[in-house]
């Protein structure tokens, strides 16, 4: 200590991270794709994190980068290593989280336990899949996705002729991602943080509910998680981050299947959704716990702070007028709430914020949080 940490991109995990920052006597410095971003109040600097010599300027200025999120190219990850830069997570580990095909292969390496699938180049293959598993399963595009998008469920190869015909378009070629259709009863998430000593610190597994194929909603812990389920949960989590070599926050997405078995449904290498409910409901947040952990810092406790803790995000916002105006009301009826705002302006589907609220009584945090979230809306 002092350590000035650099994270690449300004979006509101970036934002997230200040607070702690300076809680923590650490120089937050932010390099942000536009003026005016979420995490606008520590941009140091402004500029394309695909551009080998802007992210290279940013760096001489910090000891440690880091990501707000998984989009930096390997080349520019390689540039700032050869130039000495320590970069949490480290290139390796972000090719792992950059790819869904190198990540299912991975973690086929690893053998943890995941959906059956297979690269596909072309319509016979991905038909000769369907066949192999009741005619209907998941494609997704290898590398860009997120928050739903790049994500099909099809029953007909020909679903998929558009993604196809953008490959062969690509002078690199490559191939989509196809995943058989899982049979699961509930999504759950498993946070675990790594530091570059080697140190983990592994939080509560917690469900998680999608809508549209985003985050909507989130219960710390995960309710009806049997010992048992923690258990493979923790050490499906610690397994990833040791074999992939992780630094910092690492969420593992998962299914509960039907059968009661855990399967690995996507990595986020970074602070996730589906960890913002420990900003309120857990001794350390994930924000301040990846800015330790980035730093080779001691990790911080993850036991939560109340029974339950309930994470509802603020998606779309007002169809007229800004956030702001709708702060009063919501705090006035709903003191226990806590409310995160991004500064960003609503528009349909947009994570613009979230709501916890963390208490012993379940229904009681889930009315309070869903209801103070509804306040941002029409």
């Known amino acids: 200590m002092p350590v000035r940490i650099g994270v690449v991109g300004g979006g509101q995990l970036a934002r997230m991270m200040i607070a702690p920052a300076v809680e923590l006597g ?56 050869e130039a000495g830069v320590a970069v949490h997570p480290g290139p390796a580990a972000l090719g792992v989280a950059q790819d869904k095909l190198v990540m299912r292969a991975r973690l086929q390496e690893l053998g943890m336990p995941q959906p059956d699938w ?55 070629g490559g191939s989509l991602l196809v995943e058989e259709l899982v049979d699961f009863s509930r999504e759950l998430a498993q946070q675990v943080a790594r530091r570059p000593s080697g140190e983990m610190a592994v939080y509560p597994v917690v469900e998680t509910v999608q809508r549209e194929g985003v985050c909507a909603e989130v219960v710390a812990p995960a309710p009806h998680a049997g010992l048992r389920l923690q258990e493979v949960a923790g050490q499906i989590g610690v397994a990833i981050a040791e074999g ?29 959704n589906s960890g913002h409910w420990s900003q309120d409901g857990a001794v350390t947040s994930q924000f301040e716990q990846h800015l330790r952990a980035v730093a080779d810092l001691p990790l ?52 613009v914020g979230h709501v916890n609220v963390a208490g012993d009584d379940l229904d009681d945090a889930v009315y309070q949080a869903r209801s103070a979230a509804a306040a941002f809306l029409d």
């Open 26 to 81: 650490i120089e937050l410095q932010v390099l942000a794709e536009d003026d005016g971003m979420s995490a606008s109040l520590a941009a140091a600097a402004v500029g394309d994190y695909r551009d080998a010599a802007t992210v290279l300027a940013f760096a001489e200025g910090v000891d440690v980068i880091t990501f707000d999120h998984e989009h930096v190219p390997q080349n520019v990850l390689a540039d700032l290593v």
């Open 118 to 172: 297979a690269a596909v180049s072309n319509r016979v293959e991905l038909q000769e899949f369907l066949d192999e598993h009741g005619g209907r399963a998941v494609v997704k595009t290898p590398r860009g996705g997120y928050d739903g998008k790049g994500v099909r469920v099809v029953s007909a190869a020909t679903e998929a002729d558009d993604w196809f015909a953008a490959l062969a378009e690509d002078a690199r």
């Open 244 to 272: 992939l070599g992780v630094t910092g926050m690492l969420a593992v997405e998962l299914f509960e299947t039907t059968d009661e078995r855990l399967l690995v449904n996507e990595l986020a290498m970074r602070p996730h």
């Open 300 to 351: 911080g406790d993850t036991t939560p702070r109340e029974r339950w803790t309930v994470m509802i995000n603020i998606l779309g916002g007002p169809r007229e007028g800004t956030l702001d105006e709708r702060f009063v009301g919501a705090m006035a009826e709903h003191p226990a709430a806590k409310i995160h705002t991004y500064g960003k302006a609503p528009r349909p589907g947009r994570k």
